[in-house]
Nanobody
């Protein structure tokens, strides 16, 4: 499994950034892929997630309306478009995958897609710093 996040940097408050995560090495329909972050001195926080088998997306309340997750299957890449950024969005941003549960002939979310402990494989993070 490879998960490569990129696109971070320094941005002013109110600005926008798009992060990319190129993935490979796993069977898509049996996983969810998510974006999470970790701010200094804080626990990892789930931001958004997409389940590959049905395309459903999930967002944390803290970013709903400001962050949008999308996917490009041809490029094996998911994106996180972040807008109206605030200094409290400063963090290391990660993409990670969570294995779904298989029962009754299909895959299902068995764990909360917005909880960091639900994720099994993590990529290296990318730093986003929002200046005030």
């Amino acid at each position: 499994v490879q998960l490569q996040a990129s696109g971070g940097g320094l941005v002013q408050s109110g600005g926008s950034v798009r992060l990319s995560c190129k993935y490979s090495g796993f069977t898509l329909n049996s996983y969810a892929i998510g974006w999470l972050r970790q701010a200094p001195g804080k626990a990892r926080e789930g931001l958004s997630s997409i389940t590959f088998n049905d395309g459903r997306s999930y967002y944390a309340e803290s970013v709903k309306g400001r962050f949008t997750m999308s996917r490009d299957d041809a490029e094996n890449t998911v994106y996180l478009q972040m807008s109206n950024l605030k200094p409290e969005d400063t963090a290391v941003y990660y993409c990670a995958i969570s294995e779904l549960q298989y029962y009754s002939g299909s895959y299902h979310l068995g764990r909360d897609p917005l909880t960091a402990s639900s994720y099994d494989k993590w990529g290296r993070g990318t730093q986003v710093t929002v200046s005030s």
